[in-house]
């Protein structure tokens, strides 16, 4: 499985973007897909997750303005972030993760927040 994240960019603070992940197959079969990030300097960090059965969590940093989202038909998983801060810098990447455990991982998408 191969996932290709897109949809960073830069953004002021207090403005939205949404990124994507895109599968190319077996989406569905995927029990557990999130969004990560990595700041310069820092260790990569989980954002947000959802599981197969639609529950989702979110780190407490991004609480109430990140939400996730999947579309099994499309293959595609979604963040879409507002309120953007700039302690929001990072390098986001998307994860997926089969029943069997086996993890897959996107190329990262870098999204700054400045002004």
């Known amino acids: 499985v191969q996932l290709q994240a897109s949809g960073g960019g830069l953004v002021q603070p207090g403005g939205s973007l949404r990124l994507s992940c895109a599968a190319s197959?077996?989406?569905?079969?995927?029990?557990?897909m999130g969004w990560y990030r990595q700041a310069p300097g820092k260790q990569r960090e989980l954002v947000a997750q959802?599981?197969?059965?639609?529950?989702?969590h979110y780190a407490d940093s991004v609480k109430g303005r990140f939400t996730i989202s999947r579309d099994n038909a499309k293959n595609t998983m979604y963040l879409q972030m507002n309120s953007l801060k700039p302690e929001d810098t990072a390098v986001y990447y998307c994860?997926?993760?089969?029943?069997?455990?086996?993890?897959?991982w996107g190329q990262g998408t870098l999204v700054t927040v400045s002004s």
């Open positions: 994860k997926s993760s089969t029943y069997g455990g086996r993890d897959y």
């Open positions: 197959r077996g989406f569905s079969s995927m029990y557990r």
């Open positions: 959802i599981i197969s059965g639609g529950s989702t």
